[in-house]
């Protein structure tokens, strides 16, 4: 059968390159290549031909037909983790030059377990990214309404440079306090120090904080900006080098990145530091493009892979944004699609806590090396993994589509002399017992999640996807009372599917201090509507200069203009879509309050909704959108309820809450659109499982999505 | 059940261990062997025979003397007393408490006012070791800082037999 590639979608990781071709019907092929980290082009377009030979094609055939192609990749943040980035030099205010080394006291413990949270002795600084002997002082001073207290001391400026320049330095970022609110004393050092920099005939690129990340929060800010200039923007010349490697391969589109705020940027754009963090993001893209597609506002996505159980909601068809996000155990002032995640995954470690003697899970995981039945994978303390192989729930021979052989017997053993004998349990008791465990954990965690938000699961269609996701699907909804429970039939490929379903948008965000009262009276509006105005056509400009840069006319750009509200004097602000397209008059002011309440009562509630506090305009943000290619999602006509006979693979014997049950196995690629599959079943496709336990039922429909369906 | 080598436990009472195999220990249980390993390593490196059934600070142990006696002593050997009684009390003492000693040790106007607080060194009588230090108000009483149970620790905690029989 002839395909039709249409998407390409890149996942980069530090050991090896994945390719997610999609084509025109919404089927994939997985190809894998060593990543090759002088020359990603290489491993990149090794690990498409590994692809396309699935479908019997190859790389000259394939690439002309595509529409897009779209990279994710941990080469950036492998460059931030092991440190291994430019030199960059500091220049901040004087007198605050250790304000970066010592960062914030969160930074000591992001990325711990709650545990450790609470211990302190595993608190830890790391080195800051820029050694203390890098960084200058300046004499300036702003105030944080933006007022000039101390003019900048413009002499100082040029020896700062110039001893930095002289250790060598290979970028220069320079932050100032309040520069958000008056940019002009950074940017009059960035110009001085272009020009001593041009003095020297060097060539160093100098990075000014507020030409990027214009917001409140300076250690957030600075650690943004210093990422920038130490590994975003040398990954730049990576990012063009494979585009025009692909291009040299028949490719005719520009390659783009994926961003942290959940779009798509070219690899001009002016902020790359996005790009760093957006691996998991992808699922959540794909879930709201399903989502507009299926006409659903409200889905719970919830993903396991093998170290953590990730949720995310999309409310009336937006992702939430959280805007001082934290990686590489730095927070950072960057736009990201907000998820929160548990170490509890399919390659959890299980352990009997020896003083309780109970079961433990996590938080720490064998990853990719799956577990004791994975001999090669050198573990040897009992994983998730294991206890599915226990029960039957894997099929050993197909993992991964057979590429990796699980070995039963090491994995009873283990379960067996780590978990089964120490609690006095049959080796069968115990893996369910575990299972048990990790699945009450889950449901526990979505449900708070989503009541935690204001929200309740009858009002959301859970969709579950990645590798582990559908294994404990029923596990993880029962009792909730979700609308819906969606599987896809390409669950394992969505995050893929995701970053391929993104749309090429930029968003800039810049921070705003408006403060009207209540009952003030017209022209207060009005000035206040009026600022952030200005700041919306500043951010436009921004967004339309980097769409310039890919020759995007402004005319073609869908622009969406948000703004950020809360009540004077409370601590969170709400991310609100503007209900009106410019600030002209005092009703505009009205419309947005209007929606800043709506949005209130239904995060919080009418009642504590406090009008007579006042509104305060925290910030502005603008969304640029194009439309670009994106991968269809199947449609396909409905067979019937029956499962055609060559989707059947037989029985096997599974362990279900006390007793050996027989479940059917069926091929989940083989299913039909309209088949209905009663339990106890398992749909077995070669990169994820998907269970139906006894209490459960699913139909396939016609997109290829599984409803999972509780009987009462 | 983590188990460590020995030459890690000697990296953790040296203080040369790497932080991230620190916090790999401190984020899991506890290893069994643990107390077992950390003592004979002490043992090990004091210069007299008398069995360490608990350290107590940093140069400081209980042990059992021959006579059934459980005494404190010190690396150099110098014994303390008995393990009821609070060896701060056979110790040399110093306390600064006036501005001249404090501005041995800070700079002038970082340290405290020494009618407020006072800071109390204790050393070792035969080697001059430092063996504590406390920052208190210049009236707090020298406290007995710890009271192991020794008997239950050995007997129902570790169920390991203690090195003399009561």
């Known amino acids: 059968m002839a395909r039709r590639a249409q998407i390409l979608a890149i996942d980069a990781g530090g050991t090896m390159t994945d390719t997610f071709i999609i084509d025109d019907k919404g089927d994939f092929v997985v190809g894998k290549a060593q990543s090759t980290p002088e020359d990603e082009s290489i491993g990149l377009l090794n690990s498409a031909r590994d692809a396309l030979t699935y479908w019997d094609t190859t790389v000259t055939d394939e690439f002309p037909k595509l529409l897009a192609g779209v990279y994710s990749g941990t080469a950036m943040l492998n460059r931030l983790v092991s440190r291994k980035g430019r030199k960059v030099g500091l220049i901040v205010n004087k007198g605050l030059e250790d304000f970066h080394r010592m960062g914030r006291s969160i930074q000591s413990y992001l990325g711990y377990s709650y545990s450790d949270r609470l211990h302190l002795n595993t608190h830890r600084y790391e080195p800051p990214i820029v050694p203390r002997s890098l960084t200058r002082g300046v004499t300036e001073r702003v105030d944080l309404f933006g007022n000039v207290v101390i003019p900048l001391y413009e002499h100082e400026v040029e020896p700062a440079v110039e001893e930095l320049l002289e250790q060598g330095v290979e970028a220069i970022v320079i932050s100032l306090l309040q520069s958000y609110k008056y940019p002009d004393h950074e940017r009059k050092i960035r110009d001085i120090a272009n020009e001593v920099i041009q003095r020297t005939g060097k060539k160093i690129p100098v990075f000014a904080s507020v030409d990027y990340y214009p917001v409140r929060k300076e250690t957030h800010r600075t650690n943004t900006t210093i990422i920038e200039a130490y590994a975003a923007d040398p990954s730049r010349e990576t990012l063009q080098k494979i585009n025009t490697s692909i291009k040299e391969s028949g490719a005719t589109f520009d390659l783009r990145v994926m961003a942290s705020h959940g779009g798509t940027i070219s690899t001009q754009a002016n902020e790359l530091a996005r790009t760093l963090v957006s691996g998991p993001i992808g699922g959540v893209v794909g879930a709201r493009y399903l989502g507009e597609y299926l006409g659903i506002p409200n889905i719970a996505c919830s993903d396991i892979g093998g170290t953590s159980f990730d949720v995310a909601l999309i409310t009336q068809g937006d992702l939430s944004i959280n805007s001082s996000p934290d990686m590489a155990r730095l927070v950072l002032s960057l736009p990201l699609v907000a998820m929160d995640t548990i170490g509890a995954g399919a390659g959890s470690f299980v352990r009997i806590d020896p003083n309780f003697k109970s079961i433990t899970l996590g938080p720490d995981s064998a990853g990719s090396r799956v577990g004791v039945c994975y001999e090669e994978g050198g573990i040897d303390t009992v994983t998730v993994s294991d206890c599915h192989v226990v029960l039957g729930l894997i099929n050993p021979n197909n993992f991964l589509g057979g590429e990796i052989q699980l070995k039963p017997e090491r994995a009873y053993e283990a379960v067996k002399t780590q978990i089964a004998e120490p609690l006095g349990l049959t080796v069968e008791e115990a893996a369910y017992g575990v299972i048990d465990l990790l699945e009450s954990q889950l449901r526990n965690y979505l449900e708070s999640m989503i009541l935690g938000k204001g929200y309740s699961p009858s009002q959301y269609v859970c969709l579950s996807y990645g590798g582990g996701g559908p294994l404990h699907t029923a596990g993880y909804i029962k009792g909730l009372g979700f609308e819906d429970v969606l599987v896809p039939a390409w669950a394992a490929g969505f995050s893929a599917f995701g970053c391929g379903a993104a749309d090429f948008e930029y968003r800039y965000d810049k921070t705003l201090d408006l403060n009207v009262n209540d009952g003030a009276v017209d022209e207060e509006k009005v000035q206040a509507g009026d600022q952030l105005q200005v700041a919306w056509d500043e951010l436009i400009e921004k967004v339309a200069v980097e769409f310039d840069k890919n020759g995007i006319e402004r005319k073609n750009v869908d622009f969406r203009l948000y703004f950020r509200m809360q009540y004077q004097g409370q601590l969170n602000d709400l991310e609100i879509e503007a209900p009106i397209s410019s600030f002209r008059e005092t009703q505009d002011w009205d419309a947005l309050v209007n929606a800043f309440e709506e949005t209130y009562t239904r995060v919080y509630a009418k009642a504590a909704t406090s009008p007579e506090l006042g509104y305060s305009v925290t910030g502005a943000i603008v969304r640029g959108i194009v439309d670009v290619a994106k991968p269809r999602i199947p449609e396909e006509p409905l067979v019937g309820e029956t499962p055609p006979e060559e989707a059947y693979l037989g029985k096997r014997n599974v362990y279900w809450d006390g007793k050996y049950l027989e479940a059917d196995i069926w091929e989940m690629e083989k299913l039909q659109p309209g088949n209905r599959i009663e339990a106890f079943a398992i749909l077995e496709s070669p990169a994820t499982t998907f269970v139906i336990p006894p209490g459960f039922t699913t139909y396939l429909d016609k997109h290829r999505i599984f409803h999972l369906q509780e009987i009462e | ?166």
């Not at chain 2, 090990?44 to 002593?73: N, T």
Request: with cysteine; charged share 30%; proline share 7%.
């Open chain 2, 1 to 166: 059940m983590a188990e460590y080598d020995r030459r890690t436990i000697e990296e953790l009472v040296d203080g040369t261990i790497d932080f991230y195999k620190l916090k790999d220990m401190l984020s899991n249980f506890k290893d069994k062997n643990r107390f077992e390993t950390y003592l004979s390593i002490l043992q090990e490196r004091v210069p007299w025979s008398d069995p360490i059934l608990l350290p107590v600070g940093l140069h400081l142990y209980i042990v059992q003397k021959q006579d059934g006696s459980r005494i404190v002593k010190c690396d150099c050997g110098h014994e303390f007393c008995d393990e009821k009684d609070n060896w701060k009390l056979h110790s040399m003492i110093h306390v600064r408490d006036t501005e001249e000693k404090m501005s041995e040790i800070y700079p002038k106007l970082l340290a405290p006012d020494p009618q407020w607080q006072v800071i109390r060194e204790y050393y070792c009588p035969s080697c001059a070791t430092q063996l504590e230090v406390e920052a208190v108000t210049p009236w707090y009483p020298i406290i007995k800082d710890f009271e192991p149970d020794i008997d239950t620790f050995y007997n129902e905690w570790l169920q390991r037999p203690l090195p003399i029989g009561e």
